[in-house]
């Protein structure tokens, strides 16, 4: 008798695999989402819980940041399209949010 060894894994008859070892396929990551009020949606994927909690803080700050500037946009009277009172609103913007002249000449443009 002869005895020939041959390797079944070439033929695909068997398939080596670790009895330890699941066969699951991995997921996508987690991502929180957030849309801004220009309407841009934002994604943040996350990995851990603390990552995840990151992540939603700084949303929670944004929101509130967002509503806060919304506020102050919506008190102030509008004519014809344009603020009334302008340089109150400017200077109200430098000091409650300290945001640049740049930054407070592109808001109230897009406004």
Do not use: H, W
Not at 24 to 35: A, D, E, R, T, Y
């Amino acid at each position: 008798m002869n005895y020939v060894s041959l390797d079944y894994e070439k033929f695909g008859m068997y398939k080596s695999v670790p009895a330890v070892r699941d066969n699951s396929n991995k997921g996508g990551l987690p991502v929180i989402s957030f849309q801004s009020n220009s309407g841009k949606m934002y994604r943040f994927p996350y990995r851990t819980r603390k990552q995840r909690s990151e992540i939603s803080e700084v949303l929670k700050n944004l929101k509130n940041e967002s509503s806060n500037l919304n506020k102050t946009l919506e008190s102030f009277s509008k004519k014809v399209g344009k603020c009334i009172t302008e340089s109150g609103l400017r200077t109200e913007l430098k000091t409650v949010f300290g945001y640049s002249k740049g930054a407070i000449d592109s808001i109230l443009a897009s406004k």
